[in-house]
Every structure is written in C-alpha cells, then in structure tokens.
C-alpha cells in the first residue's frame, strides 16, 4: 500500500532503494501522528509517480 499525502511539509519512505542523492545523516528522533517513535537516518530525492502525473519530493 501507498499513501500519498501533497499537504504534508515532511515526506517519509521505508524505502531507500527508491531514493536517489542519498546520503546518512545523525539519527533525527520524530513523532508520528500516532505517536510512534521512529528515527530518521537520511536524506536524499525520490520521483513518486500518482495518477494525475509525476512528482518529484526532495529531500525524503
């Protein structure tokens, strides 16, 4: 399943192989919305294809 948010500030993906310029960073501590605790290990783009066209969201 995917989900698509085009509101969202932040953009997030378990999928590193789909992310292109990546590149590690010192882990960042974050707080979903269900107030899971996950952290955020890297940065790079990502093209993510929606019905309606293509968008590319940057730093992932």
């Given amino acids: 399943i995917e ?3 085009s509101g969202a500030s932040v953009h997030m993906t378990p ?3 789909r992310l292109t ?3 590690a960073i010192k882990p960042r501590g974050i707080i979903a919305a269900n107030n899971q605790r996950l ?3 890297g940065i ?3 093209n ?3 019905p309606n066209g ?3 969201f940057t730093k992932v």
């Fill in 3 to 5: 989900i698509y948010d």
């Fill in 21 to 23: 310029n990546y590149r």
């Fill in 44 to 46: 790079g783009d990502m």
């Fill in 48 to 50: 993510v294809e929606v």
């Fill in 15 to 17: 999928l590193r192989h």
């Fill in 54 to 56: 293509a968008n590319r």
């Fill in 39 to 41: 952290n955020a290990v």
